[in-house]
């Protein structure tokens, strides 16, 4: 497959450390339901959501897209947590719940610049020929991820992959190294953007800390994009021309675009702001990728 990152339309390619969690049985909504911060239960079958998985404390544990195949079969697209210890560790809340949960080593994620075929919005294309698809598109452009059988696989390309990185956070999306798991909470991370949590739906690990942070309007950070002129690591400080104004929570980089997602107060000063004693431009997050 070529370097070049202009792939041609339809081209898919591998999204190295993307997988796939796998919950399935009797209660594996209801589980869903209780464990992960957006509400499952109003979800129609055969769409996606932006959701996570959050500490008691309200910080994100994992962000991840979550399908709504039946009540019985949900899956995990899980970008950057790692996936074997994230089940692991929701195996220690099933109890006796009647579901079975495993990273699906049978299916791999796979990117595509290009308009679904299938899928639209929030709805998932279907599964006819063992591949799913959903609807990445945001306000530049059209992107198409897929889930597809491991013996299909498309192969690596370093380039495409990091272009993809790069579109997520253009639209706000964070990708969190795991240094950054535990150390946001859905707010900070501006998931509103997304639709990503919900304040109505009942309990689940951290909402009482969101709805309390929601009701009372005590949300005093959020997210703030940067262009650099050289890479940048998340957990860098952003300072501004006298002070220490946020943290980094995400960054990527295509070798020529440098971005970074930076957890900042929301009402602050306009002026020069500085990571890594670099000079960064703040560049307005793009629409589109809510569901």
């Given at each position: 497959?070529?370097?070049?990152p202009?792939?041609?339309?339809?081209?898919a390619?591998?999204?190295?450390?993307?997988?796939?969690i796998?919950?399935?049985?009797?209660?594996?909504?209801?589980?869903?339901?209780?464990?992960?911060?957006?509400?499952?239960?109003?979800?129609?079958?055969?769409?996606?959501?932006?959701?996570?998985?959050?500490t008691?404390?309200?910080?994100a544990v994992?962000?991840?897209?979550?399908?709504r195949?039946?009540?019985?079969?949900i899956?995990?697209?899980?970008p950057?947590?790692?996936a074997?210890a994230?089940v692991?560790?929701?195996k220690?809340?099933v109890?006796?719940?009647k579901?079975?949960?495993a990273v699906?080593?049978?299916?791999?994620?796979?990117?595509?610049?290009?308009?679904?075929?299938?899928?639209?919005?929030a709805?998932?294309?279907?599964?006819?020929?063992?591949?799913?698809?959903?609807?990445?598109?945001?306000a530049?452009e059209?992107?198409?991820?897929?889930?597809?059988?491991?013996?299909?696989?498309?192969?690596?390309?370093?380039?495409?992959a990091?272009?993809?990185?790069?579109?997520d956070?253009?639209?706000?999306?964070?990708?969190l190294a795991?240094?950054?798991?535990?150390?946001?909470?859905?707010?900070?991370?501006?998931l509103?953007?997304?639709?990503?949590?919900?304040v109505?739906?009942?309990?689940?690990?951290?909402?009482e800390?969101?709805?309390?942070?929601?009701?009372?309007?005590?949300?005093k950070?959020?997210?703030a994009?940067?262009?650099?002129?050289?890479?940048?690591?998340?957990?860098?400080?952003?300072?501004g021309?006298?002070?220490?104004?946020?943290t980094?929570?995400a960054?990527a980089?295509?070798?020529?675009?440098?971005?970074a997602?930076?957890?900042l107060p929301?009402?602050?000063?306009?002026g020069?702001?500085?990571?890594?004693?670099q000079s960064?431009?703040?560049?307005?997050?793009?629409?589109g990728?809510?569901?």
């Open positions: 497959m070529p370097d070049n202009h792939a041609l339309p339809g081209q390619f591998a999204l190295p450390g993307q997988r796939l796998a919950l399935e049985g009797r209660d594996a909504a209801a589980f869903a339901q209780a464990q992960f911060m957006n509400d499952v239960k109003g979800l129609a079958d055969g769409h996606w959501q932006w959701s996570g998985w959050l008691p404390k309200g910080r994992a962000l991840f897209a979550l399908l195949l039946s009540e019985q079969r899956w995990l697209v899980v950057d947590a790692d074997d994230l692991e560790a929701l220690r809340f109890f006796r719940s579901l079975v949960l699906r080593e049978d299916l791999v994620i796979e990117g595509r610049f290009g308009a679904p075929e299938r899928a639209s919005g709805a998932v294309g279907g599964e006819a020929d063992g591949i799913v698809e959903l609807d990445f598109s945001g530049d059209a992107r198409t991820l897929l889930i597809v059988p491991a013996a299909q696989a498309a192969a690596a390309d370093e380039a495409l990091a272009r993809w990185a790069l579109a956070l253009r639209h706000g999306l964070p990708r795991a240094a950054q798991a535990e150390q946001w909470t859905p707010q900070q991370l501006s509103d953007r997304l639709r990503g949590y919900s109505k739906k009942g309990c689940y690990p951290g909402q800390i969101v709805a309390r942070t929601h009701f009372l309007g005590k949300a950070r959020g997210l994009l940067f262009a650099a002129a050289a890479p940048v690591a998340a957990g860098a400080e952003v300072r021309e006298s002070a220490a104004l946020g980094v929570a960054s980089s295509d070798g020529a675009t440098h971005l997602l930076a957890v929301l009402e602050r000063a306009q020069a702001a500085f990571i890594d004693g960064v431009q703040e560049i307005p997050l793009l629409d990728l809510a569901r």
